[in-house]
Structures are given as structure tokens and as C-alpha cells.
């Protein structure tokens, strides 16, 4: 018998153009340095249980009050995936059925928030998230968005800078949370500024919501009311969202979601993430998530031998963001070089940014793909390196074609999926 030309045999039986681009897909996984800070590689449990047949499944309502029959499955991986959720961050309800962290995050404001209500949040520039406020996302068109930044002299966010904005603006709402911020967030501080302003405060730890479950980052669940995450980035679940919030505001959460918000949950992606939150709860995750902060730590030192100048000075987590300006080099053009020699990251703005938001002047780089394959800190100084390579001249095509099989090289090292 010969060898199957692909791993989706029942998808080209149908669609050879797609199958042919899932194959593709494996092949680009395995065969490039992922550095975008925002991935992971979800395990074959993952993907397995998000490709099963619960996607079939209608199950509108929460469990034991459905509007559709034959949901006992769907009320079995629902149940576990919320007690699953409470267990690993300590909280009092969560609400597992965003299909998205945007969805999470307007679930959190409208549960709480009337239209024309002011919200606080990071500004997208200096590190925030689009439904942090962002005039071009619904938080700043339905809402009255204001934020604050980080400092020009240290990159970092001042709280009595914070505070001196909310008392202006007087938020309904705090958001805090990132998508480009390589520094602990002051929770404590954060409550302090809403109790004094009598406003919620929520928390999008989509980006550290594994460091959090494993106490590698503070937790911000003794202090704000709600906590939202997406759980297919450090969490290493799949695509999609979830809230987390008081158990008296349990109620307002479940009801804005369904019905105000979303219609039929995604089962098979509810499925997924119980067996996500099941691999999270375990010893190894904890040691993954130590390993992906000393990875950051490591890769951020070594740039910062090479000369890179890092916003903040380095890292408390598994991010960083790199600063190019005294390199000569646009964010853009370090994404093409670097994706060239089989390294992918993303251009990135930096705070105070001179360039547009499709050129930019950094790049942001993150440990927690690389970790997942079970790679350490000697890699992490080698991929410095590398960068240093490609970057001294972006233009340099020999230089990207020997590192691009170097980085393969590396890779068959460290299989991804098999
Ligand atoms: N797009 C995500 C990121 O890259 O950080 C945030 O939603």
C-alpha cells in the first residue's frame, strides 16, 4: 500500500484545494519559528475534540435549560469546562460560550454598561486591544472610550498618571489588559482607581491568562469584577473566549451573552476548551508556563546584548516588544526579512509610534509556541542571534536563506505535530 498523499484524506475525497491547504498548514507549523506572542499549538486533544461532531450540535441555553432536546452531551462538556474554568483561576462563575475574546469583552460591558456609558481602557497605541475603547471597534462606538499609555521614559503604565485621567473622566468602567505589554500589571492599584471613581474593573488577561492560572503573573480575580480571556494563546486551548466575573453579577453576565449577544453556542469549541482547562490544571502546564517566562527572559537578554532597544527595558512575561528605530529598520521590513529566513513574528507598533500602523517601527516577539515544541533557553539565545543576523541588513537574501535552513534544521529538533 502506498503512503496517503495527505493527512485529510476525507477532506480531499470532497475538496482537494482545501486539503491541500491544511496540509500546507502542518507543514508551515512545523517548519517555521512561530515567535507571534498571541499563538500556540493546541495538543491533538485540542484538536481533536474541536473537530469532533458536537459541531453539530444546537444547544442554545446553559446547562439543564436548553431550548433544544438532545443537548446531554452538550451539558456534559459545558458543566466541565466551567468547573474546570472556576478550579483553575479561583473564581466564583465562569461563563464559557464567547466565541471570541471581543465577544467576551463586550459581554463584560454591556452586562453592566448602557450605550453612551464612558469606559477607560489602554490605548491601542501603546499596547491595548481594539475592543479596549478603539474608535473603530464597537467598544468606542457604543460606549464614550478615553484612555491612558505608558510613559515616553520608561514604557511602562503610570498609575498615579491613571488615576489622574479617570478622576477627569469619571469611567463607568476600568479595562486593563494588554496585547503588547511586557509588564506585570499593579491590580491593587488598578481597584484602588475604580473604588475611588465607583466604577467596575475589568481585567483581559487573554494574553497572560496562562501565566495567571499558573501563578507566573498575578491574579487579578480578587480584584476586579470581571476577568475576560480568549484560551488559544498562553492558555493553549482553542479559538475562542470566556468571562469570568462576581457571582452576583453571575446572572447579568449569562443573560447578556445568550440571548443579548450570541445565538447557539459552539459545542465541539466548549468541548475543547474542558479538555484545555483539564491539560492546564496539570503539573506539567504549570512547569510549561515557567519555562515559556524564562524563555522570554532569555530571548529579551540576548536582544538587548545585540543592541535592540526593548520598550520597558525587557520582560515580566512571555512578550516583548522591540523598539527598531536605532536599527534603521521598519517593523514592516523586519516581518519580511525575519518571515523570509523562517522565523514569523509580527510588526508592531511601539508607544509613541512615528510610523503608520502597517509599517510601524517594532516588532513583538513571544516565547510560548517555541516552549510548546520544548524548546529552552539555549534556543532562545540562538533565535537571538538569528534575529540579529537577518536584521543588520533586512535586504541580505543569502543571509535569510542559509538561517531559513538553520531554523529548519532547529525545528525537525522540536516537532510540533506529528
Ligand atoms: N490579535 C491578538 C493579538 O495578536 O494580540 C489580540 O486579539
Not at 496540509?23 to 469532533?52: F, H, P, W
Not at 503610570?158 to 489588559?177: F, L, N, S, Y
Not at 509556541?369 to 536584521?391: F, K, N, P, S
Not at 529538533?413 to 506529528?418: D, E, L, S, V
Request: with cysteine; proline share 5%.
Amino acid at each position: 500500500m502506498s503512503e496517503p498523499t495527505t493527512r485529510y484524506p476525507a477532506v480531499a475525497a470532497v475538496d482537494p484545494e482545501v486539503a491541500a491547504a491544511l496540509d500546507a498548514e502542518r507543514l508551515r507549523e512545523n517548519d517555521s519559528l512561530v515567535l507571534i506572542a498571541s499563538e500556540n499549538y493546541c495538543s491533538e486533544a485540542v484538536l481533536q475534540t474541536q473537530g469532533s461532531l458536537l459541531t453539530n450540535k444546537y444547544a442554545e441555553g446553559y446547562p439543564g435549560k436548553r431550548y433544544y432536546a438532545g443537548c446531554e452531551n452538550a451539558d456534559t462538556v459545558e458543566e466541565l469546562a466551567r468547573d474546570r474554568a472556576r478550579e483553575l483561576f479561583g473564581v466564583d462563575h465562569a461563563n464559557v460560550q464567547p466565541h471570541s475574546g471581543s465577544s467576551a469583552n463586550m459581554t463584560a460591558y454591556l452586562s453592566v454598561l448602557k450605550p453612551g456609558d464612558k469606559i477607560l481602557g489602554m490605548a491601542l497605541a501603546h499596547g491595548g486591544h481594539l475592543t479596549h475603547g478603539s474608535k473603530v471597534s464597537f467598544s468606542g462606538k457604543i460606549f464614550s472610550s478615553f484612555s491612558y499609555g505608558v510613559t515616553r521614559e520608561n514604557g511602562t503604565i503610570d498609575m498615579d498618571e491613571v488615576a489622574r485621567i479617570a478622576a477627569i473622566v469619571k469611567p463607568r468602567m476600568i479595562v486593563t489588559g494588554a496585547s503588547a505589554y511586557p509588564r506585570f500589571f499593579d491590580w491593587q492599584a488598578f481597584r484602588d482607581i475604580a473604588d475611588e471613581n465607583k466604577a467596575y474593573l475589568m481585567a483581559d488577561i487573554a494574553h497572560i491568562a496562562g501565566m495567571v492560572a499558573t501563578g507566573h503573573h498575578p491574579s487579578p480575580v480578587p480584584y476586579a469584577d470581571f476577568v475576560t480571556t480568549t484560551t488559544h494563546k498562553t492558555l493553549r486551548g482553542p479559538r475562542g473566549g470566556m468571562v469570568m466575573c462576581k457571582g452576583e453579577l453571575a446572572a447579568a453576565v449569562d443573560k447578556i451573552l445568550f440571548p443579548g449577544i450570541q445565538g447557539g453556542p459552539l459545542v465541539h469549541v466548549i468541548a475543547a476548551k474542558a479538555v484545555a482547562f483539564k491539560e492546564a490544571l496539570s503539573p506539567a502546564f504549570k512547569a510549561y508556563q515557567g519555562k515559556v517566562v524564562a524563555n522570554a527572559a532569555a530571548l529579551a537578554a540576548r536582544l538587548v546584548e545585540h543592541g535592540f532597544d526593548l520598550i520597558s527595558g525587557g520582560t515580566d512575561n512571555h512578550l516583548m516588544l522591540v523598539d527598531l528605530q536605532n536599527k534603521g529598520v521598519t517593523g514592516a521590513d523586519a516581518e519580511t526579512a525575519l518571515h523570509a529566513a523562517g522565523i514569523t513574528c509580527n510588526k508592531n507598533g511601539i508607544p509613541f509610534d512615528p510610523r503608520p500602523p502597517m509599517v510601524t517601527s517594532g516588532i513583538r516577539l513571544g516565547t510560548p509556541i517555541m516552549t510548546t515544541r520544548g524548546m529552552g533557553e539555549t534556543e532562545a539565545v540562538q533565535i537571538a542571534d538569528w534575529i540579529d543576523a537577518v536584521l543588520r541588513d533586512p535586504k541580505d537574501t543569502a543571509v535569510q536563506s542559509r538561517i531559513r535552513e538553520e531554523v529548519r534544521a532547529l525545528c525537525a529538533r522540536f516537532p510540533a505535530y506529528a
